[in-house]
């Protein structure tokens, strides 16, 4: 069926280390119509890097490709090969709170500088034909107030239609990046607000999501919703997806019949020389609540690494758990 919703009615976030090429794939044999998030790459990263940093697999999409950086001339031809690999959407970070991202002018400190985003946004839209969005919070600092995020969606909003909004501050200092996402207090509320005065903009909304409920509760009073952690140590969350939010005839996913779809492409990419390992991290969170998943964690844990580590692994691992 066309799905006929909005693109980022629900995504999986942006998470370094973690939302890999292989992550995404294995999270595609869930969902088809959830929109997939690259982790952050920065600008200079791609400009300079000795290897491609921008390869996937197109069976991935659709993926947003997620931009760091502040130099609207560096993001505008990173945004450019983007397009040109096929991405579905540019995403500008503006939303991580790491001292490493602020030390190289990106992530939750630029909603100090709305100008400067606006810039990098323009920038963008004009080299590229697909969608260019920004992830970011509902404040930073002592700069929470509501009148202040207002003002910086009006800076933007010009050059940018769709916003992923962090329903918490960002503090750049004193709190790590886990703590950035746990301690300051999630506000909703804020977030909903935006929609009702923005209504012709689109607006998702990502922090503490863990439920399918949940999801559809937001989905009343936004337009999309980001899930980050839950998505991934719990991806059989991913396989009630189209189904509940797209399509009502989709079927139900279950994790064992994800991880089976994966073989050919494990295969394909153990021919590359690819450890078996990196590939199954991705999966060892597939059977909350199910019977013998510790006895899968901990086979693929002890095993997967090993030199010539193959399918029979994953195998053996499943042959643990009783699901279906």
């Not at 993001?75 to 991580?96: D, F, H, M, P, S």
């Not at 002018?105 to 985003?117: E, K, P, R, S, T």
């Not at 509320?189 to 990502?206: A, G, M, T, W």
Request: include cysteine; aromatic fraction near 10%.
């Amino acid at each position: 069926m066309e799905n006929t919703y909005y693109r980022g009615r629900f995504s999986v976030a942006p998470m370094l280390d973690w939302t890999t090429r292989h992550c995404r794939y294995f999270h595609r044999q869930f969902t088809q119509h959830s929109l997939l998030y690259s982790e952050m790459i920065t600008a200079p990263a791609i400009l300079h890097a000795k290897y491609d940093l921008l390869a996937y697999d197109p069976a991935e999409n659709p993926v947003a490709l997620q931009l760091g950086g502040s130099d609207p001339e560096q993001l505008a031809t990173c945004a450019k090969l983007v397009e040109q690999r096929g991405y579905a959407e540019i995403n500008l970070n503006v939303g991580c709170p790491s001292d490493r991202v602020q030390n190289g002018m990106f992530g939750a400190c630029l909603m100090g500088n709305a100008d400067l985003v606006a810039r990098c946004v323009e920038a963008m839209v004009n080299e590229v034909s697909i969608p260019v969005t920004v992830k970011h919070r509902i404040g930073i600092d002592d700069l929470d107030s509501y009148e202040f995020l207002c003002n910086f969606i009006e800076k933007i909003q010009p050059y940018c239609r769709d916003f992923i909004v962090h329903a918490r501050k960002a503090w750049l200092s004193g709190l790590s990046p886990k703590q950035n996402r746990e301690i300051p207090p999630l506000d909703y509320e804020r977030v909903y607000q935006l929609k009702r005065d923005f209504p012709h903009l689109n607006i998702s909304i990502n922090g503490g999501i863990k439920t399918i409920d949940e999801i559809k509760h937001h989905l009343q009073f936004v337009d999309g919703v980001m899930v980050g952690r839950e998505a991934y140590q719990n991806p059989s969350l991913l396989g009630e997806i189209d189904q509940a939010l797209f399509d009502e005839n989709s079927p139900i996913i279950t994790a064992k019949q994800a991880i089976e779809k994966m073989f050919p492409y494990i295969e394909q990419e153990l021919s590359k020389d690819v450890h078996l390992n990196h590939i199954v991290r991705h999966m060892i969170g597939s059977f909350q609540q199910c019977k013998g998943a510790r006895q899968w964690r901990r086979y693929l844990s002890e095993n997967a690494y090993k030199q010539g580590a193959g399918i029979e692994v994953i195998e053996k691992a499943l042959s643990f758990v009783e699901a279906n």
